[in-house]
């Protein structure tokens, strides 16, 4: 292939830390195996030593993330994956859903409602890579299932405005790649789903769920009408499982696991709390922000900057020369001369979205090493067309 791009010299500074993956995301600036030197390993979670650990967890997710004193959190098992599973399975039934569709989380909740629940009355509103659907569109009497962040497309909703007060409906949010790295407006939410190993670079397998007093109350007058396995239980006898929101885990978690959870709280919170790790995105996504502008042959997939992800960002090819026949047999030479380099790992698009990059600008991320990084990016590209 040989599109005469521009040449680049190798850059000769590289990124202290070339960890851009969107997840598993890097640890912490700083972290070390020495920081879980406390975890509780070997103890049971269920003694008090393992449970003040699991609802320090839960509290420190509160307080750091600003939820609510009447919402009630847990960890669960299987990631966010497994939190979303167990709100669609616990809640979905009593009424019609709209699900938002318009990157490849969303799409599975839709089929998983669709295909899995079977329920009667579906609506998907979708949107291509890069774009959102018509939010002014949700029925304010059904439930919404939809996912704030893309971590996929790159592409977040701006605001919860568009959630109506009125609505009768719940409003079950995967936040998994927006927790910890933008506003959620918890009054427009009733369930609230996140992982550990995204924003804040925790590590993976274990998720949380929070719910609202609304979602409470559908919990405890809703009886599903599908089995329910045990992993996905959140009542018994018709209330509320409340052991499960003081660390009761339904299943055994990793100590280690929470050791480190906790010390990314830690962070964060020793850090100045959510406007600093707020901040810390914003900052990362301003510096790629700026590159592209200078920069021909890049552009991100989502146009709208209002819209922007400031996480799993997304950069699709603007270079008018180069095929879309051609693009994936670019990213794959691109990646592979940084990773060679030890410049930049595991930046390759989601596999399926259009060609292109994907850019984790979490809070974790120095905005140093992204300064550092653009550059190479120029040079990989050059080498890849030429």
Not at 28 to 56: C, F, V, Y
Not at 125 to 145: F, H, M, S
Not at 231 to 237: A, E, G, H, V, Y
Request: aromatic fraction near 8%; charge should be negative.
């Amino acid at each position: 292939m040989t599109l005469h791009a521009k040449p680049a010299q190798m850059p000769v500074d590289r990124p202290d830390d070339p960890r851009f993956s969107s997840g598993p995301c890097k640890k912490r600036p700083g972290w070390s195996l020495l920081n879980l030197e406390r975890a509780a390993l070997g103890r049971s979670h269920r003694h008090k030593i393992g449970k003040d650990k699991l609802t320090q967890a839960i509290e420190l997710s509160r307080q750091c993330l600003q939820i609510p004193d009447d919402y009630r959190i847990a960890i669960t098992p299987a990631s966010d994956t497994g939190a979303m599973e167990m709100a669609l399975w616990s809640l979905l039934g009593p009424k019609p859903v709209d699900v938002l569709v318009w990157e490849s989380f969303g799409k599975g909740w839709a089929n998983d409602i669709c295909q899995q629940l079977k329920l009667p009355d579906v609506r998907v509103l979708d949107a291509p890579y890069g774009q959102l659907p018509a939010l002014c569109d949700v029925r304010t009497d059904a439930d919404l299932v939809f996912t704030w962040n893309g971590t996929t497309s790159g592409v977040r909703v701006p605001d919860g405005n568009w959630i109506a007060d009125t609505r009768t409906g719940l409003s079950i949010c995967d936040a998994t790649s927006a927790a910890f790295a933008q506003v959620l407006p918890w009054d427009k939410l009733d369930v609230v789903t996140w992982s550990w190993q995204k924003v804040m670079g925790g590590e993976a397998a274990h998720g949380m769920i929070a719910l609202s007093p609304r979602a409470v109350e559908r919990l405890e007058n809703h009886q599903p009408a599908w089995p329910m396995p045990k992993i996905f239980r959140l009542t018994k006898n018709g209330k509320l499982s409340a052991g499960i929101f003081t660390g009761a885990t339904i299943n055994t978690p990793s100590m280690l696991c929470v050791e480190d959870y906790l010390d990314t709280l830690q962070w964060g919170m020793d850090l100045g709390g959510l406007s600093a790790l707020h901040q810390r995105c914003d900052d990362n996504l301003a510096v790629l922000a700026r590159w592209v502008e200078q920069t021909s042959w890049v552009k991100f997939l989502c146009e709208d900057e209002v819209n922007r992800s400031n996480t799993g960002v997304c950069l699709a090819f603007a270079d008018p020369a180069l095929p879309m026949e051609m693009q994936s047999t670019v990213v794959k030479k691109i990646t592979t001369l940084l990773e060679a380099e030890q410049v930049a790992f595991d930046i390759g698009g989601y596999r399926d979205a259009p060609p292109g990059l994907r850019i984790w600008c979490g809070a974790t991320v120095e905005a140093a090493d992204l300064s550092s990084l653009t550059p190479w990016l120029n040079w990989a590209y050059a080498q890849a067309v030429n």
